[in-house]
T-cell receptor, first 116, second 109 residues
Framework: ETGVTQTPRHLVMGMTNKKSLKCEQH?????MYWYKQSAKKPLELMFV???????ENNSVPSRFSPECPNSSHLFLHLHTLQPEDSALYLC???????????????FGPGTRLTVL | EDQVTQSPEALRLQEGESSSLNCSYT??????LFWYRQDPGKGPEFLFT???AGEEKEKERLKATLTKKESFLHITAPKPEDSATYLC??????????FGTGTRLKVLA
């Protein structure tokens, strides 16, 4: 496997279910990100982890719970979601160095989430 | 408020008809501008990183340029396989990347 991988690629869940999204990066990066992408909206940053520590949390509802057990893996735990949470959830990684002006984010293929 | 605006929202071109996509930005301290290509239902695919005004990058039929307030993605003699949404993002802080809403490009054979 190379780059950034995400599983599952598609997920349908009811409002009372609990599920988890998984992301893995094989780039040796230090920072990992969760984004939400909805139709005709810019990517919304949800969480950022650097070396397993959360460094950004952009007012995301508590029904989304991130976990970063190590610098290569990132999870997004979901519970009691709402239909408006249906979207494409993207994971990304970057070197995470402030001095590096060209620190590029690399994205995974995304998980298409549908909440019924 | 820091923001990124992309135009046009959608663009239809005939195969071989060159054009440009625009990304204008207002950020207090630019720390990199990025172009991505996104196909339907997939994650953004990295194309270019630009940092300094006057910088240019090229890849096949694509060329990205940067000024102090905007960036252009020039597409020369496009082919149907270039059809996708093109996203622009600027990096403002170590972990803060602001994305535009994208330009949906359709190239007709």
């Amino acid at each position: 496997e190379t780059g950034v991988t995400q599983t599952p690629r598609h997920l349908v869940m009811g409002m009372t279910n609990k599920k988890s999204l998984k992301c893995e990066q094989h780039l040796g990066h230090n920072a990992m990100y969760w984004y939400k992408q909805s139709a005709k909206k810019p990517l919304e940053l949800m969480f950022v982890y650097s070396l397993e520590e959360r460094v950004e949390n952009n007012s995301v509802p508590s029904r989304f719970s991130p976990e970063c057990p190590n610098s290569s893996h990132l999870f997004l735990h979901l519970h009691t979601l709402q239909p408006e949470d249906s979207a494409l959830y993207l994971c990304a990684s970057s070197l995470g160095r402030s001095q590096l002006s060209t620190d590029t984010q690399y994205f995974g293929p995304g998980t298409r989430l549908t909440v019924l | 408020e820091d923001q990124v605006t992309q135009s046009p929202e959608a663009l239809r071109l005939q195969e071989g008809e060159s054009s440009s996509l625009n990304c204008s930005y207002t950020v207090s301290g630019l720390r990199g501008l990025f172009w991505y290509r996104q196909d339907p239902g997939k994650g953004p695919e990295f194309l270019f990183t630009l940092y300094s005004a006057g910088e240019e990058k090229e890849k096949e039929r694509l060329k990205a340029t940067l000024t102090k307030k905007e960036s252009f993605l020039h597409i020369t003699a496009p082919k149907p396989e270039d059809s996708a949404t093109y996203l622009c993002a600027v990096r403002e802080g170590t972990y803060k990347y602001i994305f535009g809403t994208g330009t949906r490009l359709k190239v007709l054979a």
